[in-house]
C-alpha cells in the first residue's frame, strides 16, 4: 500500500486549466516549488481551449531546468512502476478520457458519453491492492490536505488499467537533476 | 485499440489542443487515414442539486492525418488551423443561439427600462406614426432632426414603416401587429411592434445605430436558456456561477454589481427569475429549445 497525502490539493477555476491546474498541485507538493496558474499557463504553452496534452508536459523542461527540474515520460507503465515512483516521493499525471468520472459513482458529476474524445489529466496518489486513488482537479470542495478518506475518487485497479491503455499507459513525473540518474536507471524513463 | 489507432491517438495529442479526436482509420491502397473531429466541454450548473453536468458540443471535419505504408506522417493539418476552425464554429453557434433566444424574448426585452430608455426615439416614433402625427413638415422641427431620420429609414427598411408623400404610416408588420392585437390598448401594440424592431433590427442596431444596452441583456438570456435547452429542463443556478460562465463565454470583465442589475431587469421583464438561485421560464424554455432542434444549432458555450 502507497499513499502521498497531497497538501493544498485545487479545483480548476476554469473548464479548460485542468492541466496548468494539476501541474500548480504537483510542484507544489513534490518539489516545493510555488508558481501561479498564470505562469504555469504560459510555460506549457496554454490557450483557449486548453493545452496540447503531451507537448504542454514537454514544455515545462525548459523553465523547469533552470529550477534543476527534469521532465520525464515514459509508456507502457505498469501498476508497479506507479507504486515505485509514489514510493519515492514522485507524483506521475496520467491522461484519463474525461468520463472515467462515470465509473466511479460520483453524484457530483456527471459527463456525457462524448468525454470519451477528452482527455484529462489525474494524479493517482495511491494504491492499495485493488484499489487506485486518485486527485482529480475537475471536482471541487478540497481540504487543505487530501487525505485517504478525504479522497473524492477511487477506481478499482481493472477500471483502472483500462481507462489507462487509451494512452498506452503512459505517464509523466518530475525529477531533481541531483536524484535523475538513479530514477532514469530505474524506471528507464525517457526525455524527450 | 490497434496500433495504427495507438500511432494515430499518440500523434494527435503532441499535435493538438484537447478535444481532438478521429473516429475511425480510413484505409486507402498504401496509406492509412483519420478525419479529425473535436468535443468542448460545456460545463452545465444544477445548483440545487449539487451537481455540474458536462456536455460536449461536437465539431466535425476540422482537419485529417495521413500515414504512410512506414508509419511516416506525411500530412497533418496544422494546429493553428484546427485552433481558428473550432473557434469559427464557436462564434458560430454562439451567434445563432443568441438569435434563438432573441426570437423568443424579444417582446419581453422590449420591457427592460434601460432598452426602453435608450431606443426612446423608435418608441417615440412607432408613437407618432400609430397617432397619425408623424408628417415630414413636423419633422423639421424635431430636435434631433438627423438622428430621427435615421432611425425612421431604419424603420422603415425593416417595413415597419412606410413612407409616403407627406407622411409616415405603418408599414406591413405593423398592420399585422395591429390586427392581430385588435382589440389591445394602444400600449400593447406599441410594445409589440417595439419588441418586433429589437428582434428584427438587433444586428443593426448594433452595429450602425451602435445600441449596446441591448447586448448584456440578450447574452445572459443566452447563457441561460442554450444551458436549459442542453440540459432539457429548467436549471437552478448560483447567481456567481451564471455570471462566471457569462464572462467566460465572451471574454468579458463586466463587474458583479453591472452584472447583478442587469440580471435585475431581465428578472423584473420576467425572462429569468431570481430568488437565491436564478432560473427561468419554462414557457420561455420550450420555445428555445424547439427552435434549437428546428434550426440544429448546438447550445453556446456555458
Redesign the interface.
Known amino acids: 500500500m502507497v499513499f502521498y497525502e497531497l497538501t493544498s490539493p485545487q479545483h480548476q477555476a476554469e473548464w479548460d486549466s485542468c492541466v496548468p491546474t494539476t501541474i500548480k498541485v504537483i510542484l507544489s507538493n513534490q518539489v516545493n516549488v510555488t508558481k501561479s496558474i498564470a505562469t504555469i499557463k504560459k510555460w506549457c504553452g496554454w490557450e483557449r481551449g486548453g493545452v496540447v496534452p503531451y507537448s504542454a508536459l514537454r514544455k515545462l523542461d525548459e523553465p523547469l531546468s533552470k529550477l534543476k527540474i527534469t521532465v520525464m515520460e515514459k509508456s507502457n507503465l505498469t501498476e508497479k512502476d506507479l507504486i515505485q515512483l509514489l514510493e519515492k516521493g514522485i507524483l506521475p499525471l496520467i491522461y484519463f478520457r474525461l468520463n472515467y468520472t462515470n465509473e466511479t459513482g460520483t453524484k457530483e458529476l456527471s459527463i456525457d458519453e462524448e468525454g470519451t474524445h477528452f482527455f484529462h489529466p489525474v494524479v493517482p496518489v495511491g494504491i492499495e491492492e485493488e484499489k487506485v486513488y486518485i486527485y482529480d482537479c475537475f471536482y471541487s470542495g478540497y481540504g487543505k490536505k487530501l487525505s485517504k478518506s478525504e479522497v473524492k475518487v477511487t477506481l478499482k485497479l481493472p477500471v483502472f488499467l483500462r481507462e489507462w491503455q487509451h494512452t498506452a499507459n503512459r505517464a509523466f513525473w518530475l525529477v531533481l537533476e541531483k536524484s535523475k540518474d538513479r530514477q532514469l536507471s530505474e524506471f528507464a524513463g525517457s526525455k524527450k | ?1 490497434s496500433q495504427v489507432e ?1 500511432e494515430f ?2 500523434r494527435v ?7 481532438v ?1 478521429f473516429d475511425s482509420v480510413n484505409s486507402g491502397d498504401s496509406n492509412k487515414s483519420v478525419i479529425l ?5 460545456t ?1 452545465i450548473f444544477d445548483d440545487k442539486n ?7 458540443i ?1 465539431l466535425n471535419n476540422l482537419g485529417k492525418m495521413i500515414i504512410d505504408r512506414d508509419h511516416k506522417f506525411i500530412f497533418e493539418t496544422k ?1 493553428t488551423v484546427i ?1 481558428s476552425r ?2 469559427e464554429h464557436l462564434v458560430e453557434i454562439q451567434t445563432k443561439t443568441e438569435q434563438i433566444v432573441l426570437a423568443v424574448i424579444f417582446d419581453k426585452l422590449a420591457k427592460i427600462a434601460m432598452v426602453r430608455t435608450t431606443l426612446n426615439p423608435v418608441y417615440n416614433i412607432l408613437k407618432a406614426v400609430y397617432e397619425k402625427k408623424l408628417t415630414k413638415e413636423s419633422l423639421l422641427n424635431y430636435p434631433k432632426r438627423e438622428k430621427y431620420l435615421r432611425y425612421i429609414q431604419f424603420l422603415c427598411d425593416l417595413e415597419i414603416l412606410r413612407e409616403q408623400k407627406e407622411r409616415y404610416s405603418e408599414g406591413n408588420y405593423f398592420i399585422q401587429i395591429e390586427k392581430a392585437l385588435n382589440n389591445k390598448d394602444e400600449e400593447e401594440i406599441l410594445n409589440r411592434v417595439f419588441g418586433l424592431t429589437i428582434k428584427e433590427g438587433k444586428t443593426y442596431l448594433l452595429n450602425n445605430l451602435n445600441i449596446n444596452v441591448l447586448k448584456p441583456f440578450i447574452r445572459i438570456a443566452n447563457i441561460y436558456y442554450s444551458s436549459s435547452a442542453l440540459f432539457e429542463n429548467i436549471l437552478f443556478i448560483k447567481k456567481e456561477n451564471l455570471y462566471n460562465n457569462y464572462l ?1 463565454a465572451y471574454g468579458l470583465n463586466t463587474k458583479f454589481v453591472n452584472f447583478e442589475s442587469y440580471l435585475d431587469q431581465l428578472s423584473r421583464a420576467k425572462i429569468l427569475n431570481e430568488d437565491g438561485l436564478v432560473h427561468g421560464d419554462k414557457t420561455i424554455l420550450e420555445k428555445v429549445s424547439d427552435l434549437m432542434k428546428k434550426s440544429s444549432a448546438s447550445p453556446s458555450m456555458c
Open positions: 485499440m495507438l491517438q499518440s495529442m503532441e499535435q493538438y489542443p484537447q478535444g479526436y473531429n473535436s468535443v468542448v466541454p460545463i449539487n451537481k455540474r453536468m458536462v456536455k460536449f461536437k494546429p485552433r473550432i473557434d467566460k
